[in-house]
């Protein structure tokens, strides 16, 4: 039974403790995102009146764990403050700052939070006690009917959906459950003995002791929201997509140059003439096949599996990394040659490009059991060295200043700061706001682009370093804003006259299923 019936994105959903209602996030026609409830057998949902908000979970109480401002920071992973509010009616009161997911427990007492605490990633149960932690990132905490496990996804890399299912129990003791893969969603079943994944276009099920059972396949899109104890389930079927824009010098409107279903940009050519992007979804089997194409909408040329960072100054070779364990550096050509592989460090590569001279290569990479941080390794081979402490990171944006001395990164305050390549103190650059992320550094090497992911529209400002002083660039927005989970990422020419920029699409419905078993 379909529930929901405007434009946009369903967020979370949850079963309220009478059986009879439903509460769930969503961003309808562009508008933020809003907290509404819904019952069988009516096509109106009711706003809750609650300030812009995500619902995570509801307690057996009927208390609502709710996220606000709730905004994505790098891929799929999202941030907000944590607040705890009656079903009923009340104001929100403000619980823990940069978390991601809650859960509570059965009695309605305790909240399971997953959430940043400098380079980690925790999930805690109760808050403060710290059940597991990672360099990658953590997902769908979810606490069994009898409040022995939490069952969540592991993902390895930042952002990434990629994820092995695992349990967790009260003493920190962890087991993972699955092999690595892509799960969307999960839930425990009605009798608490099994966690039924959105698995594909597959719903499953796993025991503890890691047996799988097939339990209904859909023509794709649907995702699993909640299970409630009588066995009723809420699906949220989506339409989604990557979109890859582009927009060069001298044409005169953008030109939309999405390939497949979840098509993701890591490089845009100086001359704007050669764009280099992921297929990450269904459409490309799962393995991140590579493509390059020409910005004049020529078809791409598929370069190989795995995954790209970044495409070198000549053009000639794409840097990429053995996947899915990341764990080496791999230097894919662009024409005729084959594969070289870079010497093998024992690292996790989270995110590489090169330097502007193509001879050295600048990457945010861990340890295993350590935290990232900034290494540069030189192509012509040899160990990678470390720039920087645990915490200071560059994903997903041209860090290096042209003339190859400088790095703009994050560090663990999350702020942007300028670091050098030969020491690895920062300095403060004025006039930054905590929550703007880097673009690349201007061709003179005295600015930054700089944008907040969160914002939309996308305001792009070129901020000088020395001085704090912002000029707006330019200000992105696509033309149908319905759907739209911000736009990541953006890469822009050395010269500023050509652009591309990503957004993921999902449209979404809210329904209800009886009788699955």
Do not use: C
Request: no cysteine.
């Amino acid at each position: 039974e379909r529930l929901t019936f405007r434009r946009g994105s369903i967020l979370d959903a949850r079963f309220a403790p009478d059986g009879q209602t439903v509460v769930y996030g969503a961003a309808w026609e562009g508008n933020p995102p809003e907290i509404f409830a819904a019952q069988r057998g009516s096509p109106e949902s009711r706003s809750l009146g609650l300030p812009p908000a995500d619902v995570l979970a509801v307690s057996s109480s009927g208390e609502l764990a709710i996220l606000l401002n709730h905004h994505y920071v790098l891929g799929w992973e999202s941030r907000g403050t944590l607040a705890r509010v009656p079903l009923a009616g009340g104001s929100p009161r403000q619980v823990l700052e940069d978390v991601q997911d809650a859960d509570w427990s059965p009695d309605g007492k305790e909240l399971a939070v997953v959430r940043e605490a400098g380079d980690r990633r925790r999930l805690e149960y109760p808050i403060g006690k710290v059940l597991y932690e990672t360099s990658g990132w953590v997902s769908q905490p979810r606490i069994s009917p009898d409040g022995r496990w939490i069952a969540f996804l592991d993902h390895p890399q930042r952002g990434d959906s990629l994820a092995s299912l695992a349990v967790v129990d009260s003493n920190g003791r962890k087991k993972t459950l699955t092999k690595f893969f892509a799960p969307i969603a999960l839930a425990w079943s009605p009798r608490g003995d099994e966690i039924w994944m959105t698995w594909g276009a597959d719903l499953r099920s796993v025991t503890l002791s890691g047996k799988t059972r097939h339990i209904m396949s859909s023509p794709g899109g649907w995702t699993l929201a909640d299970v409630s104890r009588d066995g009723r389930v809420l699906f949220d079927r989506r339409a989604q997509r990557r979109e890859i824009v582009v927009g060069l010098a001298g044409a005169p409107r953008e030109r939309n140059l999405t390939w497949l279903d979840w098509s993701f940009p890591t490089a845009l050519s100086p001359d704007g003439k050669v764009l280099l992007f992921d297929e990450q979804a269904r459409g490309a089997g799962g393995n991140y096949p590579i493509y390059l194409r020409q910005t004049d909408g020529s078809p791409a040329t598929l370069l190989g599996q795995g995954g790209s960072f970044d495409l070198s100054p000549d053009g000639r070779s794409v840097l990429t990394s053995a996947f899915p364990g990341r764990d080496e550096l791999v230097l894919l050509p662009t024409g005729p040659g084959q594969p070289r592989p870079l010497a093998r460090s024992g690292l996790n590569y989270q995110w590489a490009i090169f330097f502007p001279d193509g001879r050295r290569i600048l990457a945010t990479a861990n340890e295993p059991g350590r935290g990232p941080r900034l290494v540069v390794q030189e192509v012509s081979g040899g160990k990678p060295r470390a720039i920087s402490a645990e915490g200071v990171t560059a994903l997903g944006w041209k860090a290096v200043s042209p003339d190859g001395r400088l790095i703009a990164a994050v560090g663990p305050d999350r702020r942007i700061a300028i670091y050098s390549v030969e020491s690895a103190e920062p300095r403060a650059i004025p006039g930054i706001d905590p929550t703007e992320l880097p673009i690349r550094w201007t061709a003179d090497g005295r600015g930054l682009y700089v944008w907040k992911p969160s914002e939309m529209p996308a305001r792009v400002s070129v901020l000088d370093v020395a001085t704090g002083r912002r000029t707006l660039w330019k200000e992105i927005l696509p033309p149908d804003p319905a759907g739209i989970l911000g736009l990541w990422p953006i890469l822009i020419t050395p010269d500023g006259k050509s652009y591309a920029y990503s957004y993921r699409r999902v449209l979404g419905e809210l329904y209800l299923a009886e009788g699955i078993r």
